[in-house]
């Protein structure tokens, strides 16, 4: 059958990532190329405990159809966390759950994006967050960023360039792939760009939580005072990205019309899910949690740096992350990071190449490394590995 596919569907002759991470699967590789949580942190007893709860007091409730908002109770929550952990002061009406923020970000590029609309986002940046906005026809521009985040000159300029843009996409913290976390001063700055302009910010939050040293930096909605910043987070990295829940913070106008969107969308997120998360946050210490996952991911960053630091030929460079999941490498010269990876595929050692994280001009030698996902050993042998791929690269 010839399908008669919308311009939507991306050419999957294409699929560079999807190739990268079949490779990057096999067995007899040590692979930094994932992006996963550690699953032996997932707390599945006291998830375990929270389900069996949730039966036997609300089983019916929890298997029926609900409201496409979410929870009320897990909004109830969702609220206090924003106050207490991220200085952020809003109401359940200004909160909907999502199934993940993949969700968030398709469901507002969807209300948002029409054909040939730009959006601005850092340079690099999310991958999948790129796919969607290229499905909904989406220009994406990229604004240059330094370890301190996007910079505030060229988004300005960039917003004089494109008056029309429709909105700002930012990782703030622990970007995904840099690990680079934006100043308090940019955060404030870009808000003020953006109202002057009109312009939308879509802040994607993921890791912040994940922070193992340094100070944290408030999101971009705490400098938010006129509903400019639609702010999204996940369940994901704090606890199990299999429940697939996320959220979103947002003016009560746009949560409406989210509303309206997600129910055409998915009706809700899973009401099971939603009812687990809540009783587990009730009966367990969520920021001990967090705190656990931190404490461990601080110790693989800091071998996996330690490693580059020693392994890696002279002249590459390497971000600093304080949380999160990534280190973002720079290897000098010319190197084509493709190439660098097939190479690397032949030491048994992978890593995702920059090029796919860029919206527009691609920067050559750039690659991301996790290390979230890998027990100290491997963490050992594979930048060892990698060390010995890149300098044959290099020479
Ligand atoms: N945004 C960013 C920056 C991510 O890295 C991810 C997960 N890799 C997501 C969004 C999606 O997360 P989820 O749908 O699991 O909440």
């Known amino acids: 059958m010839d399908f008669k596919f919308s311009s939507r569907v991306p050419n999957v002759d294409n699929d560079v990532v999807g190739e990268i991470l079949k490779v990057a699967g096999d067995p007899e590789i040590i692979s930094f190329a994932g992006g996963l949580p550690a699953p032996e942190l997932f707390p599945v007893k006291e998830m375990h405990e929270a389900a069996d709860k949730v039966f036997e007091q ?72 790129l796919d969607v906005f290229r499905s909904y026809g989406a220009k994406v521009v990229g604004v240059d960023m330094d370890e301190d985040g996007m910079k ?21 913290n622990f970007q995904n792939p840099t690990g680079r976390t934006m100043t308090a001063d940019r955060r404030a700055k870009m808000v003020e760009l953006a109202e002057a302009h009109g312009v939308t910010i879509l802040e994607d939050d993921p890791y912040g939580e994940i922070r193992y040293s340094g100070v944290a930096v408030p999101p971009v909605k705490h400098f938010d005072k006129n509903g400019t910043v639609v702010y999204m987070n996940t369940f994901s990295k704090i606890l199990a990205p299999g429940m697939r829940l996320g959220w979103i913070v947002a003016d009560k106008k746009f949560i409406d019309m989210f509303v309206v969107m997600k129910q055409s969308a998915d009706l809700h997120s899973d009401n099971l899910s939603q009812f687990i998360v809540a009783q587990y946050m009730e009966d367990n210490d969520l920021d001990k949690h967090i705190k656990a996952i931190s404490d461990v991911y601080y110790e693989r960053a800091s071998l996996m740096l330690k490693e580059i630091d020693e392994q890696f030929p002279a002249g590459v460079k390497h971000s600093n992350p304080e949380g999160g999941m990534f280190i973002w490498v720079e290897v000098p010269g010319n190197v084509n990071t493709m190439d660098l990876f097939n190479n690397c595929v032949k030491h048994n050692v992978a890593f995702v190449p920059g090029e796919p994280f860029y919206p527009d001009e691609v920067i050559p030698g750039t690659f991301r490394m996790n290390f979230s996902n890998m027990k100290a050993d491997q963490i050992h042998e594979g930048v060892r590995r990698m060390a010995v791929a890149i300098d044959e690269m290099m020479n």
Do not use: W
């Not at 507002?108 to 040939?116: E, L, N, R």
């Not at 300029?157 to 494109?162: C, F, G, R």
């Open 58 to 129: 609300h089983g019916a409730e929890a298997l029926q159809y609900t409201a496409a908002i979410g929870n009320p109770h897990l909004r109830e929550l969702i609220v206090e966390r924003m106050q207490t952990n991220k200085e952020v002061t809003t109401t359940v009406d200004n909160v909907c759950v999502t199934t993940g923020s993949e969700q968030s970000i398709d469901l507002v590029a969807k209300m948002m994006v029409d054909k040939g609309d730009v959006i601005l986002v850092e340079k690099p940046t999310y991958l999948c967050a």
């Open 152 to 172: 505030m000159d060229v988004l300005d300029e960039k917003l004089n360039e494109y008056p029309d843009a429709k909105f700002i996409y930012t990782i703030p």
